[in-house]
């Protein structure tokens, strides 16, 4: 008896002592790299929820509201309410429906009942048209876009949309509006999710990051996987290798209604910011592409000063994110750089002491897959993000999670930002489990650039550890932790210099962190372009 109740008391302090354990912080790094072995188990699971699924199916009649979201403006003061009315079309004979017939109406307020303020937005119909013999075209329902302005900060706004003069208004809906900026005003927890698809795994990872109770969610592109179709609905985890003689690259719009409606339990309640990825390219007729993506969600460009869906800013509490385009321009002669640089030129490190800036293909990642794709990139756009101190990136595209210690030019420097890769949320494609470190792994460089992003920019390093070769020869330095896991994170921002940041992974019980480590920012030892140039203009 006693000696089982002292080994019941030796586990109760065990899992106490690791329960309670040091949290590491970037002030202990840099950190000898990590790989977490692969989890063979995990391999084959990434299966697409069917069109029979409840999740999926259209609960609506007539024009009522469904694949309602909520997205940021630029500001506290100012949010985006998305839906879409009628029914979409996908055949050979579609007739498009006329935006004009249906108004797009929010009513809004503090209380539930009555909501006494009410504004009106604009409406769109996109379609996806293939001009090919025995390629079906598709047609969208209505989408409404609507612009809330005069909110209150850290406020809950009860709101329904829809149509009244038809009858087909939405139930109420809540948010809760971004706190104001300052250095000690936060979001409480930001979601962040990429590559996200909508297969089982992605249920299992939207229904972890409800259970964390988001205030934000960062979705860093690739969100259905449509274009993992053909026009007919067959689907593959591989389309280059299932369907190789296509005479351009399908997609299945429908599956967009499908995610939109299996999303809306979140983001009809918490704000979501989306910037695009490759599989949002989409090529159609006339050689349009990101249709569905530009069309279906809200972005704050106008408030932020850019005239793209590709690229825009936004506020939250304390917080300057930036979201940058991958596959749009982005030299030095380019409307996006010439944007990145005023929208950087007008950050107040005293009010948004954060600078957090995310795209989807990452610049650092030692996964074979992609290994380097974006180099000219990184080559184009790395010293303007450093020289003003960018703290955090996050990107996708690579299916696995993998998180870098603070590096700059590929060398570790103390004052470069933490590069986290969350390409991992569960898409029918399936992990990346191979390191182009690993024997007989490293990439041809030829192989590596992206043919829609064009350039080839990735040579063999001319420095460091790796140099004269095209790969290093085992984990990388800037590499501090890397796993092959589905799953996604959450950020904390708990002060002007202290955030945390947690990894979840899906196989997990819901309140096991996968990775956890504390983001110190040091401005006193790294000032930033900002920062400097303040001080310049206060001494004239």
Not at 129 to 150: A, D, K, M
Not at 272 to 287: L, P
Not at 387 to 405: K, L, P, Q, T, W
Not at 505 to 525: E, F, K, L
């Amino acid at each position: 008896m006693a000696s089982t109740l002292c080994c019941v008391i030796v586990v109760i302090l065990v899992n106490f002592a690791t329960s309670h354990a040091r949290i590491p912080t970037t002030l202990d790094g840099p950190f000898t790299p990590v790989t977490v072995p692969f989890d063979q188990s995990l391999r084959g699971k990434a299966v697409d929820l069917p069109d029979t699924d409840p999740r999926v199916r259209r609960r609506v009649k007539g024009f009522e509201p469904e694949q309602i979201s909520v997205a940021l403006s630029a500001s506290f003061d100012s949010a985006w309410i998305s839906w879409i009315t009628g029914e979409f079309q996908i055949g050979y004979n579609i007739k498009p429906l006329n935006p004009k017939t249906v108004s797009s109406v929010v009513r809004y307020g503090t209380l539930r009942y009555p909501l006494r303020r009410k504004v009106m937005g604009y409406s769109l119909v996109y379609n996806q048209l293939y001009p090919f013999e025995g390629l079906q075209n598709y047609t969208s329902g209505i989408i409404h876009h609507v612009r809330l302005t005069g909110l209150k900060p850290s406020t809950r706004y009860y709101y329904r949309c829809g149509d009244p003069t038809i009858g087909a208004m939405s139930n109420i809906y809540s948010f809760r509006t971004m706190p104001v900026s300052g250095p000690r005003s936060y979001p409480r927890k930001i979601g962040i999710i990429g590559d996200l698809g909508l297969t089982y795994n992605s249920t299992t990872t939207i229904d972890h990051l409800i259970s964390n109770k988001p205030d934000l969610v960062l979705l860093v592109g690739d969100v259905t996987y449509a274009n993992q179709y053909l026009t007919n609905g067959t689907g593959s985890d591989c389309y280059s290798c299932s369907f190789p003689q296509t005479p351009i690259h399908e997609t299945y719009q429908p599956r967009w209604d499908y995610w939109g409606r299996f999303m809306q339990n979140l983001v009809s309640k918490v704000p979501m910011m989306v910037i695009e990825g490759n599989h949002e390219i989409e090529e159609q007729a006339e050689k349009k592409n990101f249709v569905a993506y530009s069309s279906r969600f809200a972005f704050p460009s106008n408030e932020s000063g850019s005239a793209s869906t590709f690229y825009y800013s936004f506020n939250a509490g304390g917080i300057h994110f930036i979201m940058l385009g991958a596959y749009a321009a982005y030299n030095k002669s380019a409307d996006q750089y010439k944007w990145l640089e005023r929208d950087l030129a007008k950050v107040d490190r005293s009010i948004t002491p954060w600078l957090i800036a995310a795209w989807h293909p990452p610049w650092y990642s030692s996964y074979k897959a992609h290994y380097r794709e974006v180099e000219c990139m990184r080559q184009e756009m790395e010293e303007l993000l450093y020289s003003y101190g960018v703290d955090i990136v996050f990107n996708g595209h690579v299916h696995a999670y993998e998180r870098s210690n603070r590096v700059y030019n590929y060398t570790l420097d103390p004052c470069g930002p933490v590069h986290i890769m969350v390409g991992d949320g569960g898409n029918r494609e399936k992990m990346a489990i191979e390191h182009a470190d690993a024997p007989g792994k490293c990439p041809e460089p030829s192989t590596t650039p992206d043919t829609f992003m064009g350039g080839f920019c990735a040579t063999n390093f001319t420095f460091g550890p790796a140099a004269g070769k095209f790969c290093w020869d085992r984990q990388p330095d800037f590499s501090a932790l890397r796993e092959s896991s589905f799953g996604h994170g959450i950020l904390e921002v708990k002060n002007d210099t202290w955030a945390l940041w947690t990894w979840y992974r899906n196989q997990d019980s819901r309140d096991n962190a996968g990775d956890q480590i504390y983001i110190v920012r040091t401005p006193d030892m790294c000032p930033t372009l900002s920062a400097v140039t303040k001080l310049w203009s206060a001494a004239r």
